[in-house]
């Protein structure tokens, strides 16, 4: 059975981490990737300004820095 090792954490403006939202667990690298590219806008209206991807609780590369776009429509 494989189980769930990777995961997001998100960081404020400070770079302090957030405990909200939460991040789902996923059992791929290419599932938490696509998963932040679906879900980065809502991340941002959360106040989530960077993420950092985490596999089996240590960090895997430097946070990934959302970044609010202007609002259409």
Known sequence: MTRPQWGW???DDDGSE??????PAFTSRFDAESWLGEHW?????????AARLQHQGGAVA???A????PRHG
């Open 62 to 64: 430097a946070p990934v």
């Open 66 to 69: 959302l970044v609010p776009g």
């Open 18 to 23: 957030l405990d909200r939202p939460l991040s």
């Open 41 to 49: 806008r809502r991340l941002v209206d959360e106040e989530v300004r």
């Open 9 to 11: 954490v998100f960081l």
